[in-house]
């Protein structure tokens, strides 16, 4: 978030144009971010934890991955979106938790071992409802409409 800020701020009386000599190495920065993020979740997990609150884990589980992803098809079809839409849509609503939730709910005294419980959990699950969800929503765009 501070640096979100303080980009802004260099923008805003424009001296992003004098540290031009530094974007190779902030990009690489920003490229490394994620995967930074990701190696802090697997830090973090405790699998004898995941049992301690599994109401809460199934039920954020079961909502990015199956609720996520139906609202999305009932958005579809109130907006008869073309294939290739619908896929981009479903998909995107079919995507596991980021590990940047596992920070933020870190950085921000949230209950950080929850959240890296939902992202193990979601992406390990997401291996599998990805391609049903994809096939699902092709099946379904790709029908002729009723007459």
């Known amino acids: 978030m501070l640096a979100s800020i303080i980009y802004l701020?260099?923008?805003?009386?424009?001296?992003?144009k004098f540290i031009w000599p530094l974007a190779p190495a902030l990009d690489r920065v920003g490229h490394a971010a994620m995967p930074i993020?990701?190696?802090?979740?697997?830090?973090a997990?405790?699998?004898?934890?995941?049992k301690n609150r599994p109401q809460p884990l199934a039920l954020s589980t079961?909502?990015?991955?199956?609720?996520?992803?139906?609202?999305?098809l009932g958005v579809?079809?109130?907006?008869?979106?073309?294939?290739?839409?619908?896929?981009?849509v479903v998909g995107a609503a079919?995507?596991?938790?980021?590990?940047?939730?596992?920070?933020?709910a870190r950085e921000l005294d949230g209950d950080a071992p929850l959240m890296a419980g939902i992202v193990t959990l979601t992406t390990l699950l997401a291996l599998v409802t990805i391609p049903?969800?994809?096939?699902?929503t092709l099946g379904l765009v790709q029908q002729p409409p009723l007459a």
Do not use: C, E
């Not at 701020?9 to 992003?16: K, M, P, T």
């Not at 997990?45 to 995941?50: A, H, I, K, N």
């Not at 079919?94 to 933020?104: D, E, I, R, W």
């Open 9 to 16: 701020a260099a923008n805003l009386i424009r001296f992003s």
């Open 37 to 43: 993020a990701l190696i802090s979740v697997v830090a």
């Open 45 to 50: 997990l405790r699998l004898d934890g995941l």
């Open 62 to 72: 079961a909502y990015k991955l199956v609720m996520a992803p139906l609202i999305m």
């Open 76 to 88: 579809i079809s109130v907006f008869g979106l073309n294939p290739f839409a619908s896929v981009l």
């Open 94 to 104: 079919t995507m596991h938790s980021t590990p940047a939730s596992y920070v933020l």
């Open 132 to 136: 049903l969800w994809q096939t699902l």
